[in-house]
């Protein structure tokens, strides 16, 4: 009986080791891809500005809303707008102004973003406006939007890779020299298992 919930408890740590493996390794892909994404628009952005849109118009006609994301140079933006108007058919007159419903790209020249200039925040990229529902004649609207830096991005994204690449280079290292990689246990006397931390030598295993 002690050794069935041993070999149990055994078995549920090895698969909880495994899941939280997996689940790290694709936080490292995933974080790695945005990386990467973030570099290409960096770059891109000195060259061309990327416009997505996503536009939505109710059937009464009073209501429109906009979901925005630029790429543009340094900066990334995002912003929702809706408008909610006091006499039907204005949001369709509204949305003449766009691109339509539904989704659509567009591309213009590239340039920064007048807005950051001031303060330090927005001198080193950042902007976030928490507009809600501001009257006027034609009804009420809410704009709230924000813009982060490419660099930071990069940064924020480049931590895990990061990490990843600096325990696979430490456990080479330790392979190299006898120790145990997980634990740094010495194994010249015993290569096929670690007595510190169990760890099995993929040999062996």
Not at 77 to 92: I, L, P, Q, T
Not at 113 to 142: A, C, H, M, N, Q
Request: glycine letters at 8%; hydrophobic letters at 45%.
């Amino acid at each position: 009986m002690r050794f069935a919930i041993c070999n149990l408890g055994s078995v549920i740590n090895a698969f909880v080791r495994r899941v939280l493996r997996i689940l790290w390794n694709g936080a490292v892909i995933l974080s790695l891809l945005v990386c990467v994404a973030a570099v290409v628009l960096w770059v891109r952005g000195y060259f061309v500005q990327d416009w997505w849109q996503y536009e939505v118009t109710n059937s009464a006609g009073r209501r429109w809303t906009g979901y925005t994301f630029v790429s543009t140079r340094d900066s990334l933006y995002v912003s929702v707008n809706d408008y909610r108007f006091k006499a039907a058919g204005e949001a369709e007159k509204y949305s003449q102004h766009y691109f339509g419903d539904g989704f659509s790209y567009h591309r213009f020249p590239s340039r920064k973003i007048d807005s950051l200039t001031g303060s330090l925040w927005k001198r080193l990229g950042f902007l976030v406006v928490l507009e809600y529902d501001t009257p006027d004649v034609s009804g009420i609207s809410s704009w709230p939007r924000a813009v982060v830096p490419n660099w930071f991005i990069v940064l924020i994204t480049a931590i895990l890779p990061a990490c990843w690449l600096v325990y696979a280079r430490r456990q080479r290292r330790r392979g190299r020299m006898g120790m145990c990689p997980k634990c740094g246990y010495d194994l010249r006397a015993t290569p096929e298992r670690c007595p510190e931390c169990g760890r099995v030598a993929e040999a062996a295993a």
